[in-house]
């Protein structure tokens, strides 16, 4: 512990009160020149080395040798001079660097009480034996106080270290939930611009190929009309992404965007797809959003993967079911693409899961998403009515 400026106030009214006491009852002048020569000479030390002073340092060291001096030197000079020690001891214990040290010089100074009354008052037995007991009695609270006042301390920088242990601990989890946010985020950016803008640059290369290599003027038109329609579609969608919205084909509802995209996606690319969807389903926007990624991922894969010739979307509640007719393949075999793990990952945060079907006859994809439960209608309890009486 270091000295601050309320042990400079403490230290500067003792010596005062000291002096004054030396002053008003010493006997004689010598005794009030030593007394206050006490004073000085701790006041001096005081000056010089406080400053300097922490605890277990030389500074520190010294100031205690000072502390005791004073304390036997005042005593000496005037009993009423053991007052000094209600600052002496506590002064011991903050300067002493370890408890054993604290006990010690806590000692000395109640040694410097007793030796003082000894030398400076009647050589009696009476009075050696009551100075014994005033040292004995200031030591032993100098002593249980200090080691009290130790322990609050310790307590207190234990707990101070612990606070500083959480602090850097809550540091460190928001530092990690900051990354984990950012990284899910990027996930879920990731999802969405690979299930609406990639899918539509897609299907726009493919247009664009195909126009390309047509000849008749009329096709070619009908082709560069699709890519049109194609690139508003992903401007659309990508404004979407930004606005951190929902898609802005979900505002006629779920079928109605289910049967946009299957119609589109059958103009694009000659697949007939036939829609069966349940334009009452009952699932939040945001599964809403979830089934109709799904559907457009789904549908791509088929137009990739495939070789299919027809399709057929089904939307029963809160199921999504899409089947094509193409060649099929290994579900359990790893695959290159990210469009089945994002659609699985899009269903697991949604609550829901997805499924895979597929043989030679074709595959079917089925999204399973909680459905809304809706809340109980209480109906009135009506009491039956009571027949006239005659």
């Not at 322990?151 to 612990?162: N, S, T, V």
């Not at 579609?233 to 299957?262: F, H, K, M, W």
């Not at 697949?271 to 939040?284: G, L, R």
């Amino acid at each position: 512990m270091t000295i601050n400026r309320w042990w400079h106030a403490a230290i500067a009214t003792a010596l005062a009160a000291c002096s004054a006491l030396v002053v008003w009852s010493a006997d004689a002048a010598a005794d009030v020149t030593l007394g206050l020569g006490a004073v000085a000479l701790f006041a001096a030390s005081w000056l010089l080395l406080a400053p300097r002073a922490v605890e277990g340092n030389l500074a520190s060291r010294w100031l205690r040798v000072a502390l005791v001096a004073t304390t036997l030197l005042g005593c000496i000079a005037d009993p009423n001079f053991a007052f000094f020690q209600c600052f002496a001891h506590p002064l011991a214990w903050v300067l002493s660097s370890s408890k054993a040290r604290g006990v010690a010089w806590s000692s000395a100074v109640a040694i410097a009480v007793g030796a003082g009354f000894i030398i400076g008052g009647p050589f009696s037995g009476q009075w050696i034996g009551s100075s014994l007991l005033t040292a004995a009695l200031s030591l032993a609270f100098s002593i249980a106080f200090g080691l009290w006042i130790s322990h609050i301390a310790e307590l207190g920088e234990e707990r101070q270290r612990l606070l500083d242990e959480l602090r850097a601990t809550q540091e460190e989890l928001v530092a990690v939930s900051r990354e984990a946010g950012i990284a899910a985020e990027r996930e879920r950016l990731a999802r969405d611009i690979h299930d609406t803008v990639a899918q539509d640059l897609t299907g726009l290369v493919m247009l664009a190929e195909q126009a390309r290599r047509t000849t008749d003027a009329a096709a070619r038109d009908a082709l560069l009309a699709q890519v049109a329609d194609g690139a508003r579609n992903a401007l659309e969608e990508t404004r979407a992404l930004v606005a951190a919205s929902a898609p802005a084909s979900l505002d006629a509802g779920l079928a109605a965007a289910i049967e946009r995209v299957a119609a589109r996606f059958s103009r694009d690319t000659g697949i007939a797809v036939t829609v069966q969807a349940d334009a009452a389903a009952s699932v939040d926007r945001d599964a809403e959003v979830v089934l109709l990624r799904c559907t457009q991922e789904a549908l791509t894969n088929i137009r990739r993967h495939s070789g299919a010739s027809s399709a057929h979307v089904e939307l029963e509640g809160a199921t999504l079911r899409i089947r094509d007719d193409g060649h099929g393949f290994d579900p359990a075999s790893p695959t290159a693409g990210v469009g089945l793990a994002g659609m699985r990952d899009r269903a697991r945060l949604a609550g829901g899961s997805l499924t895979v079907k597929s043989d030679e006859s074709g595959t079917v994809v089925t999204v399973t998403l909680p459905a809304l439960t809706p809340p109980a209608l209480t109906l009135p309890t009506v009491s039956p009515a009571k027949e006239p009486t005659a």
